[in-house]
């Protein structure tokens, strides 16, 4: 194996190749997600068999199974782990940027695919990690913009019950309890949509709170907590309240700037405060604990691109 290692001289057939090892990208990816060693994601226990011929662990402790990808970014896509991987050196190594065209023509996927492994790789790239969110996570949607006000209010009520009124653009997030927030503009407030961003974002197992709407009805594989606004606005520590503080700041933010309504616009300035965001929070943090956030964004990220592994 270690004849194969990447290195900076390291151009994409080799890389391809290299990843083409399931054990390679096993490898990498577990070195990124267990820094101290695999260990059980439902009762955190170390003791497992490794069953080599299905690359996947069970746990001596409560008998779970699980693949390298559980709670990853990775967990929900049929793409292998060596395409995924492979895109990620793309990335990180091809200094005059990559297409989504690019690397699906590389990578013999759709640019649609691609478009999505790019995106989600941006992503874990931004927040240092390649783990969903866990614990207590606020998931919530907001309008955005438009010109509601103007419209007669039978036809407003219409419309802001089913799709969003006219003009105006929705954004969903998610928000770690003492972490990071993600949100994306999404098309409806449908359970397709806000179930999806919940589900790439979020462990299985952990516990989201939201309100009373029916589109976050049927997430079974998680403690779905729900808040009745119509009833009670806080209800014991099941609240959006982080989420709440989340959107003001991006009103505030949008109010002079955002002047379209075309959803294409508005994302980046989501993407924006929710960057802004992100890093306030890091910045709230004692020095210290920065820095450290920081080198184990880099570590993790070389361990991602397989730069030590081999
Ligand atoms: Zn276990």
């Avoid at 226990?45 to 996947?56: D, G, I, N, P, V």
């Avoid at 990620?88 to 759709?110: D, P």
């Avoid at 991006?250 to 002047?259: D, E, F, N, Q």
Wanted: charged share 25%.
């Amino acid at each position: 194996m270690e004849a194969l290692a990447l290195n900076e001289d390291s151009g994409l057939m080799a890389a391809i190749r290299y990843f083409s090892d399931p054990m390679v990208c096993l490898e990498a990816v577990s070195k990124a997600k267990w820094p101290k060693g695999p260990e059980c994601p439902r009762c955190g226990c170390k003791r497992l068999s490794f069953l080599r011929t299905r690359r996947t662990w069970t746990c001596l402790e409560c008998r779970k199974q699980f693949s390298v990808k559980v709670g990853t970014i990775f967990e929900d896509s049929p793409i292998g782990l060596d395409k995924w991987l492979t895109a990620m050196w793309m990335l990180a190594n091809c200094k005059n940027g990559i297409s989504s065209y690019g690397v699906g023509r590389a990578l013999e996927i759709t640019q649609k695919s691609a478009w999505f492994l790019l995106h989600r790789i941006r992503y874990a790239q931004r927040h240092g990690t390649i783990n969903k969110m866990t614990g207590i996570v606020e998931a919530d949607e907001s309008f955005i913009g438009g010109k509601a006000r103007n419209m007669h209010a039978d036809r407003r009520a219409e419309k802001i019950h089913s799709r969003g009124p006219e003009g105006k653009a929705i954004v969903a997030a998610v928000l770690e309890r003492g972490g990071r927030v993600h949100a994306r503009v999404v098309g409806t407030r449908r359970k397709k949509d806000l179930q999806a961003l919940v589900r790439e974002n979020v462990e299985v197992g952990s516990e989201p709170h939201t309100d009373a709407l029916k589109s976050y009805d049927g997430l079974q594989e998680y403690t779905h907590k729900v808040v009745d606004h119509a009833v009670e606005y806080v209800n014991g520590n099941v609240h959006p309240n982080r989420l709440e503080n989340f959107w003001s700041l991006l009103k505030r933010a949008l109010k002079g700037t955002y002047v379209s309504v075309e959803p294409f616009h508005l994302f980046r300035y989501l993407d924006e405060e929710v960057f802004r965001y992100n890093e306030r929070r890091h910045g709230c943090h004692a020095v210290s604990e920065g820095a450290e956030f920081l080198a184990g964004k880099r570590l993790t990220w070389d361990n991602l691109t397989c730069q030590e592994v081999g």
